[in-house]
């Protein structure tokens, strides 16, 4: 962000784990709260499968779960670039010559 950048702090109180939390972010509220949620329904996920798992090892489990949901978006929107990559490429020399047989 550069110097003369101001941009406005949010602050939210979300609950998570039944603990309350006040964020501050740049994010919008709605943003902020639909994190949070996703984090609490994650840990919640978590403690229904694992039984008496106290809620330090419940948030770690769901942090790592919350990861690999990230790191396979992450490797299918890649995957997908390259795809949309080779198909612009096919339709760019398709048109090349298309142009060139005039």
């Keep these: 962000?550069?110097?003369?950048?101001?941009?406005?702090?949010?602050?939210?109180?979300?609950?998570?784990?039944?603990e309350e939390h006040s964020i501050r972010?740049?994010?919008?509220?709605?943003?902020?709260?639909?994190?949070a949620e996703h984090v609490d329904r994650a840990i919640a996920a978590v403690q229904e499968r694992v039984s008496l798992v106290d809620p330090h090892k419940a948030a770690i489990l769901a942090a790592l779960s919350i990861t690999d949901e990230l790191f396979r978006v992450h490797a299918e929107l890649e995957r997908l670039s390259a795809d949309l990559a080779g198909r612009l490429d096919g339709l760019r020399r398709r048109v090349e010559e298309v142009m060139d047989g005039r």
């Design 25 to 35: 972010s740049e994010a919008e509220p709605e943003h902020t709260r639909a994190c």
């Design 1 to 18: 962000m550069g110097a003369n950048d101001t941009a406005r702090m949010h602050t939210v109180t979300v609950r998570i784990a039944g």
